[in-house]
């Protein structure tokens, strides 16, 4: 794909190629996304970013990849808040707001909304997420995630064995890291669910037609054996007719310190695209677990950043000026 100028709304835009380029400049960019370096190569561009669904991770590293990059962060939150509560489309609502940024993220809770705002939009448009169908730059972060933490151990995305657990029915991370994930080779998906809230039957034949190995089970600790990965996954509260229907599920898939222990591998990583729900009545991911180096569920968060950087400086073309545009960094304050 050609990035200049592109909307992202879904990670089936891309192929193989493009992620290496895109993963490419992440890396180039992950100094800058530390504060070891800065760049002001965005100065004067405004980004309008609109979540209309709640959001900590998405929304907060959006910003600060666009402020990293020297740009103006305008927010809008909440459809109480906006004029789409008076009934504004949300093609006049992109008319307007691409009059006054230079690109926009937008999270909204029903599908395909992203890509029907896109039309209306005179600037490029990231999904943020779209109701429970995509997250295409989760996948993408999650992806560079998996990628780096296999490359401490000598090992490739390709002939990776990975476990997806939880609500993988309404799980808009684990449906576009699969559809991500056809794009490889030789790869071991279980898929760890209640039967009510298994992977969508198009993604489970995505992943067999791409020549995967597919195991479904409801086994946890089954699951757990034998992979590089243990993707886990919050029950979507959100997407359930009532929380008495989300109870039935919540807190099936517990994963702690014991269970890791008795049924992974000293290697495997543990990734959650985050919330995880520590309520008790959850807690799919014990706090014993925060310890563990396999724990890898905040430097996933921090790659959220670097990748978002990345496709900021893609979309914009900016990459080959991010040098040219360095300022000096005044201050300090990593721990
Ligand atoms: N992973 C993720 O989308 O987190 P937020 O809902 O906090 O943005």
Redesign the pocket.
Same mark, same amino acid.
Request: net charge positive.
């Given at each position: 794909m050609d990035f200049r100028s592109a909307h992202i709304l879904s990670i089936e835009q891309f192929e193989r190629d493009s992620i290496d380029r895109l993963f490419e400049t992440a890396d180039f960019l992950a100094p800058y996304a530390r504060r070891q370096k800065r760049t002001k190569v965005l100065e004067g561009a405004i980004l309008g970013n609109m979540f209309f669904? $709640?959001? +900590? #991770? +998405? #929304?907060v590293s959006f910003g600060a990849a666009f402020n990293l990059l020297g740009g103006f962060v305008r927010e809008t939150t909440g459809i109480d808040s906006s004029s789409l509560k008076k009934g504004e489309s949300l093609y006049d609502t992109a008319r307007v707001l691409s009059g006054y940024s230079d690109i926009i993220c937008m #999270?909204h809770p029903q599908a395909h909304s992203v890509a029907e705002f896109a039309e209306g939009s005179r600037v490029p448009v990231i999904n &943020? &997420?779209d109701g429970p169908n995509e997250?295409p730059t989760?996948a993408l972060l999650d992806l560079y995630t998996i990628r780096s933490e296999l490359a401490a151990h000598d090992r490739t995305i390709d002939g990776l064995r990975i476990a997806m657990i939880g609500d993988l029915k309404h799980g808009r +991370?684990v449906h576009s890291l699969s559809k991500l994930l056809c794009l490889y080779k030789n790869i071991t998906v279980k898929l760890v669910s209640p039967e009510a809230l298994a992977l969508p039957n198009y993604l489970i034949d995505s992943l067999v037609n791409a020549g995967h190995r597919v195991e479904v089970s409801n086994d946890l600790e089954n699951g757990l054996k034998g992979v590089d990965i243990v993707y886990s996954t919050r029950i979507q509260e959100e997407r359930f007719s009532s929380s008495e229907e989300a109870n039935l599920y919540r807190g099936q898939f517990r994963l702690n310190e014991t269970i890791f222990t008795a049924n992974c591998e000293p290697n495997t990583v543990i990734m959650h $695209?985050?919330?995880r729900d520590s309520r008790s009545d959850a807690n799919e991911l014990d706090n014993d677990l925060n310890p563990n180096p396999r724990l890898a569920i905040f430097r996933q968060?921090d790659n &959220?950043v670097i990748v978002r950087m990345a496709l900021f400086a893609s979309i914009l073309d900016v990459v080959h000026l991010v040098e040219k545009y360095e300022a000096p960094i005044h201050w300090a304050s990593r721990r």
């Open positions: 669904e $709640p959001s +900590t #991770r +998405t #929304r #999270r &943020g &997420g997250h989760q +991370t $695209p985050l919330p968060a &959220g």
